[in-house]
C-alpha cells in the first residue's frame, strides 16, 4: 500500500468555522508533511512531523493548527481562516526525514473559505 | 527554504518529440533531486529522482541529466505522448528534515 489518503477532498467553510483536514497512511513511514498549494504554483511546506513531533514550522499563521495523533495519521485544523487561504492542502509522508528520500502525496483537500 | 529555479514556465511539443524541462539551484547542501509529475485535481506523483552521485539516470520513457558542476539537473522526456501532458516540478533536497524545495513548475503540453 503506497497511499497517502487525505479527507475531505472539497471543503468549503465560512471565516468563523473550525474544521478539519485529515490525513492517512499506512507505509510504516515516520515523517509526515503538510504542503499548501495555490492554483499554478509549487507546493509550499507547512509542516514537517518527524516521529510525531513537530519538526518545522514554516512560520504558518496560528489560524492552521496541526496535529499528529500517531504515527499514521496526521490532522490540520482549521480556524477563523482568511478568503486567501483558499488552496489544495497537500499531505505527504516519507519513510525518515533524516533520509530525505521519496515523498509520497495525497491527493488533497481543495479548501475554500468564503 | 533554498531557491530552486525551473525553466521554462511552459512548453508545447509535438508527439513523438523530446520535451527538456531545466532546473538550477544554489545551496550545494542538496543531495537529493526528484521531478514530480501533476495533472489537473491530483498530488504530485514521483515521476524520477537522482542523487549528485551519478550524472544520469534513466527510468522508462524519463531521464535525468545531472551536472553538479553548474549545480543543474535536467529532465527529458523521449518518445513523449499526449498522456504526458501535465505539469511538472522539479524539487531539491537535504538530510536533515527540511522537506522538499521546489520549482515553479513546467506546464507541459503535448499535441497529438
Known amino acids: 500500500d503506497t497511499e497517502v489518503t487525505q479527507t475531505p477532498k472539497h471543503l468549503v467553510m465560512g471565516m468563523t468555522n473550525k474544521k478539519s483536514l485529515k490525513c492517512e497512511q499506512h507505509?510504516?513511514?515516520?515523517?509526515m508533511y503538510w504542503y499548501k498549494q495555490k492554483a499554478k504554483k509549487p507546493p509550499e511546506l507547512m509542516f514537517v512531523?518527524?516521529?510525531?513531533?513537530?519538526?518545522i514550522n514554516e512560520s504558518v499563521p496560528s489560524r492552521f493548527s496541526p496535529e499528529c495523533p500517531n504515527s499514521s495519521l496526521l490532522n490540520l485544523h482549521l480556524h477563523a481562516l482568511q478568503p486567501e487561504d483558499s488552496a489544495l492542502y497537500l499531505c505527504?509522508?516519507?519513510?525518515?526525514?533524516?533520509?530525505?528520500?521519496?515523498?509520497?502525496f495525497g491527493e488533497g483537500s481543495r479548501l475554500t473559505v468564503l | 527554504q533554498q531557491q530552486v529555479k525551473q525553466s521554462p514556465q511552459s512548453l508545447i511539443v509535438q508527439k513523438g518529440g523530446i520535451p527538456i524541462i531545466n532546473c538550477a539551484y544554489e545551496?550545494?547542501?542538496?543531495?537529493?533531486f526528484p521531478w514530480y509529475q501533476q495533472f489537473p485535481g491530483k498530488g504530485p506523483a514521483l515521476l524520477i529522482a537522482?542523487?549528485?552521485?551519478?550524472s544520469e539516470k534513466k527510468e522508462g520513457r524519463f531521464t535525468i541529466s545531472f551536472n553538479k558542476s553548474a549545480k543543474q539537473f535536467s529532465l527529458h522526456i523521449m518518445d513523449s505522448q499526449p498522456g504526458d501532458s501535465a505539469t511538472y516540478f522539479c524539487a531539491a533536497g537535504r538530510g536533515g528534515a527540511d522537506g522538499l524545495t521546489f520549482g515553479k513548475g513546467t506546464h507541459l503540453i503535448i499535441q497529438p
Open positions: 537522482i542523487r549528485p552521485d551519478v
Open positions: 505527504a509522508s516519507s519513510q525518515d526525514t533524516g533520509y530525505t528520500g521519496e515523498l509520497f
Open positions: 512531523y518527524s516521529y510525531e513531533k513537530l519538526s
Open positions: 507505509m510504516g513511514h515516520r515523517a
Open positions: 545551496n550545494t547542501a542538496f543531495d537529493y
